[in-house]
């Protein structure tokens, strides 16, 4: 049988054994409603804000300003539209060339509503330079979405350096950080944001669970209305097992190795470059997530190559998973200067702390055995 190697973890990472462990009993004898006023609803309700405690312990935030959703899209969905349409400072948005669709989409509704959105231009390395921000600020500005860190090229941002300049204007800041969970630093004050999205299946949680950092005065107005859960924010029933599953994760990610998985990626990228000589790196050389190394092969099909990795156990991607058997070339990879043709040979390879080295190695010596093909 062929042996199988994972490394797509930027589409969807593993879940940990241990978070399945933490979330049982909530799945069995702690079903309950949290808003049931009996001790096994309370009981639920407990668990509830001890997880909401913990995540916010890994934010630099206060419990009351962390909300549980549904996942990434959601939150980034409730951040761009609830704080632009709370705002009264006016109608002008600001969000990068390579956000993530959560976030592109969530401005185009915005767009149809009468806004004005302005994209950021980005540089070769997908770079958001801070005099790029800066031109584009305006006093109606009413919020500035930038990526902490790409999906697909993984290039990181400095955050902390563009909401300050947001702060000049008092923008409100938000961040898409749900590739930067596990290895970069997401402490709010420091990164100097009023929203911050999150998901938990990048991180070992399972899918459907994320969350939204709101800091508090913040305007905002929910997008799901009904019970009024979660201090009228977000309506619906908590999903308390996978909250807790979500802060188990972030508990254990803390742990993780990030220097050899750093090491591990600059071996892998080193090892391609040199037995691929037509392989281009994508995104920032260093600046960059640690599980992350993505190429273009110009004159191959991104498609075909991985295709060929999978029949030899091998799975990566060719960018977003939420792009997924789209024609179009990224809109990452465009917007930093690349062709369309170029653009769609690319392939992703992503890994994490748990990855054994001797696989990713392999992968590096099967992907020039495809590509001599």
């Known amino acids: ?102 976030v592109l989409e969530s401005a185009g509704w915005l767009e149809r509503l009468g806004f004005e959105v302005e994209r950021i231009p980005v540089d070769s390395e997908g770079i958001v330079a801070a005099d790029a921000l800066a031109a584009r600020l305006r006093p109606d500005t009413t919020l500035v979405s930038v990526q902490h860190a790409n999906n697909e090229v993984g290039t ?17 800041f938000h961040t898409d950080a749900v590739q930067a969970a596990g290895t970069l630093d997401l402490d709010v004050t420091r990164l100097g944001v009023r929203a911050l999205s999150l998901a938990g299946h990048k991180l070992g949680a399972p899918k459907g669970i994320g ?35 979500m802060a188990t994760a972030l508990d254990l990610a803390a742990s993780d190795d990030i220097e050899t998985l750093v090491a591990l990626r600059d071996r892998f990228i080193g090892e391609v470059l040199a037995q691929v000589p037509e392989s281009r790196l994508t995104g920032h050389a260093t600046r960059r997530l640690a599980g992350n190394a993505s190429f273009v092969f110009p004159g191959r099909s991104g498609e075909s190559i991985l295709l060929d990795l999978e029949r030899r156990g091998v799975y990566c991607s060719s960018g977003s998973a939420c792009a997924a058997g789209s024609d179009e070339p990224s809109h990452v990879l465009t917007a930093m200067g690349y062709d369309a043709a170029t653009a769609q040979t690319a392939v992703r390879f992503t890994f994490g702390a748990r990855t054994a080295p001797a696989e990713v190695m392999s992968t590096a010596r099967e992907l020039a055995s495809v590509l001599r093909r």
């Open 211 to 245: 969350v939204l950092y709101l800091r508090r005065r913040t305007p905002f107005e929910p997008l799901i209305h009904g019970g009024g859960q979660q201090r009228d924010r977000r309506s619906g029933t908590e999903n308390v097992a996978a909250a807790v599953g």
């Open 156 to 172: 990181v941002q400095d955050i902390a350096v563009l909401s300050d300049l947001a702060a000049e204007y008092d923008v409100p």
């Open 1 to 102: 049988m062929t042996v199988q190697v994972y490394l797509d973890e930027a589409a969807t990472a593993p879940v940990r054994r241990e978070v399945l462990e933490a979330m049982w009993p909530h799945l069995t004898g702690g079903f309950a409603n949290p808003a049931s006023s009996h001790e096994l609803g309370q009981s639920a309700a407990r668990a509830l804000e001890e997880a909401r405690a913990r995540v916010a312990e890994h934010l630099g935030a206060r419990p009351a300003e962390i909300l549980f959703t549904s996942g990434g899209t959601e939150s980034d969905n409730a951040a761009v539209k609830g704080i632009a349409l709370a705002s009264p400072r006016g109608r002008h948005v600001l969000v990068s060339e390579i956000e993530h669709p959560a």
